[in-house]
């Protein structure tokens, strides 16, 4: 092999090597509340162990207004007296992320 083959074997291997760092290193992005990772190679993540106090330890929002809950074992879908619910209705509670935790706490149920 003489000098040439060498640089340009170099050459690629650093394209490579660049491609592989940009498209394989987790980023990580801050939208509104959450953070969401973008992890190449992960497909997915499973949460199917969690029990509804661990589910819950992923919404601190709604965490924090269930400790007001007049329920002690609220499941924060019922109106009177759930503060959960209360935060929801008048906006301290995203929508979204309200229905994310019923979702979640439902399949937990569910098992
Ligand atoms: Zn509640």
């Known amino acids: 092999m003489y000098q040439g083959n060498t640089i340009i074997i170099q050459q690629v291997f650093n394209l490579i ?3 592989f760092i940009k498209f394989s290193s987790p980023t990580l992005y801050n939208i509104d509340e959450m953070q ?3 992890s190449p190679g992960v497909r997915d993540i499973d949460i199917d ?8 330890l992923g919404f601190p ?7 007001n809950c007049v329920f002690p074992n609220c499941s924060h879908q019922i109106d009177e007296g759930c503060a959960v619910h209360a935060a929801l209705k008048n906006g301290d509670i995203k929508e979204s992320r309200y229905n994310n ?6 399949q ?3 098992r």
């Open 36 to 38: 969401i990772i973008d």
């Open 61 to 67: 929002e709604i965490l924090n207004h269930s400790l």
């Open 49 to 56: 162990h969690l029990n509804l106090k661990e589910i819950i």
């Open 17 to 19: 090597k660049k491609f």
């Open 101 to 106: 935790f019923i979702f979640l706490s439902n």
């Open 108 to 110: 937990e149920k569910s």
